[in-house]
């Protein structure tokens, strides 16, 4: 029998390329997004090119009654994998900002992945073993001026996955945090980020450093020399340092400009 793996935000960008990726390491996938199309072609290509099983569930976890039906959903059923990827950004002042589309950022990147983790847990921990893939940021590490929000909510997810991995030592279950920097994604252009086309990382690279080094039971991955560069000085500078110099970065790529 195959392994199983869950993957929320699998109808595009990293999450998709984790699909694929988990498929062809012989995972039947179970696989959630908003975007039902999109979702059933993923579903369509991982059944035909590669013969894996794939369920899709549509569900917006932006809203917590939804997640919760999703959380209904699959009680009482194991994965060897959880991966937490869903997510989006809000960028802009933080006295500007949509407090309503924050709020829902929250929902999506923090709340949700404190369910399915809460939900997945209790069968790893009686098959004793499985693993969590949570995928954070470079941003982790460093608070980001112009997305206030969206880097703490990422430096939440580093500093929680750290903590649980330290909890679940005497357990099989292995928590591992991706923190990819700039990627091939829809993720800018929803976010309203302005940066040049195609700079970063393809979603199909950073999920395959992701599952290599998730099973090779690395905790903390960075996916790629300057994205290490980058977490290395993040960690070393004082906030105030750390914020100037992203400020500058990200003015020099466009990222802040107003929409
Ligand atoms: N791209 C980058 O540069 C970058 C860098 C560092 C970290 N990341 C992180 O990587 C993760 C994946 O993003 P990506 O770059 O692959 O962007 P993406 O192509 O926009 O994919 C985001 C995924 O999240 C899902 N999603 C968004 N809002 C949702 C909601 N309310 N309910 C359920 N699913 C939702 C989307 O599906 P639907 O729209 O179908 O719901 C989509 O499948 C995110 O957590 C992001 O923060 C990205």
Redesign the pocket.
């Known amino acids: 029998m195959n392994k199983s793996a869950i993957i929320?935000?699998?109808?595009?960008?990293?999450?998709?390329a984790l699909a694929f990726e988990l498929a062809r390491n012989g995972y039947d996938l179970f696989l959630?997004?908003?975007?039902e199309d999109?979702?059933q072609n993923v579903a369509d290509e991982c059944v035909k090119k590669i013969g894996v099983k794939v369920e899709i569930f549509t569900?917006?976890?932006?809203d917590s009654g939804a997640t919760g039906v999703l959380i209904k959903a699959i009680a009482k059923r194991r994965f060897d994998v959880l991966v937490n990827?869903?997510?989006?950004?809000v960028k802009g002042n933080f006295a500007e900002t949509n407090i309503t589309e924050e709020l829902?950022m929250l929902n999506?990147?923090l709340a949700a992945m404190l369910r399915l983790t809460k939900a997945v847990l209790p069968e790893m921990i009686e098959h004793k073993g499985g693993k969590i893939l949570n995928?954070?940021?470079?941003?982790s590490f460093s608070p980001v001026p112009m997305q206030a929000a969206y880097s703490a909510s990422?430096a939440f997810m580093l500093s929680f996955s750290s903590a649980l991995q330290d909890e679940l030592k005497e357990t099989n279950i292995q928590v591992s945090v991706v923190c990819?920097?700039?990627?091939q994604?829809?993720?800018?252009t929803?976010a309203g980020i302005a940066d040049k086309k195609n700079s970063?990382m393809t979603?199909e690279k950073v999920a395959a450093i992701a599952f290599a080094e998730m099973s090779k039971g690395k905790h903390v991955i960075v996916p790629g020399f300057q994205n290490k560069v980058f977490a290395f000085v993040s960690k070393h500078l004082p906030p105030s340092l750390i914020t100037k110099f992203i400020r500058v970065i990200n003015n020099i790529r466009g990222v802040n400009k107003k929409n």
């Open positions: 929320t935000g699998a109808s595009s960008g990293i999450g998709k959630t997004a908003r975007n999109a979702l569900a917006d976890l932006a990827n869903a997510g989006f950004g829902e999506v990147q995928i954070a940021s470079v941003y990422k990819p920097g700039i990627t994604t829809e993720f800018r929803r970063g979603a």
